[in-house]
């Protein structure tokens, strides 16, 4: 497998996204971004006020996570973001062509049981089942593969580079 210009790594809150992505990154050997930090602070306070975020607070996130990509093409890189929306995908692939996604998904108690033990996150879990509504899964003319989150971290992290690997960009 070559290393694809970035990784995108997506799914509701809770699916592992944060600790996923460091772990597929240093598998590629390629750096790691934090989507959330690409949040400005007025959609951290709506979401630890249990406000879901629109359209309208998404588009400058996505652009500046698009700007990153961007800026990575050719040196390769992993960046974790919900990217819940088809029309979310397409804003990130305008931006830097060739980003692959890796959709974490799972069984949405198992999703809930994690969320409910993390600590220090803003997004609350009461706003699962709005991301829920919101997630237009892959389909089939993205580029991208889906990974189930069941396991431990370093498991879910290998399905991911063996689902890469077998990922062939041209059937997209």
């Not at 699916?15 to 951290?44: C, M, Q, S, W």
């Not at 879901?52 to 500046?64: C, F, Q, V």
């Amino acid at each position: 497998m070559r290393t694809p210009q970035v990784v995108v790594v997506m799914g509701v809150a809770g699916t592992g996204k944060t600790t996923i992505g460091p772990l597929l990154a240093a598998r590629l050997g390629v750096p790691y971004a934090e989507g959330d930090d690409f949040h400005p602070e007025a959609n951290i306070a709506k979401m630890s006020a249990g406000t879901p975020l629109d359209d309208a607070d998404r588009g400058p996130w996505l652009d500046a996570i698009g700007t990153w990509a961007h800026d990575r093409a050719g040196l390769g890189g992993v960046v974790s973001c919900s990217a819940l929306k088809r029309a979310y995908r397409d804003r990130l692939r305008a931006a830097a062509p060739g980003v692959v996604f890796v959709h974490l998904a799972g069984d949405r108690a198992l999703i809930e049981d994690r969320m409910s033990h993390r600590q220090g996150h803003f997004m609350p879990t009461a706003l699962l089942d709005s991301q829920f509504a919101t997630l237009q899964p892959l389909e089939a003319d993205e580029a991208g593969v889906t990974v189930d989150v069941a396991g431990a971290p370093e498991e879910i992290a290998e399905r991911a580079v063996a689902a890469l690997r077998e990922f062939d960009p041209a059937s997209s």
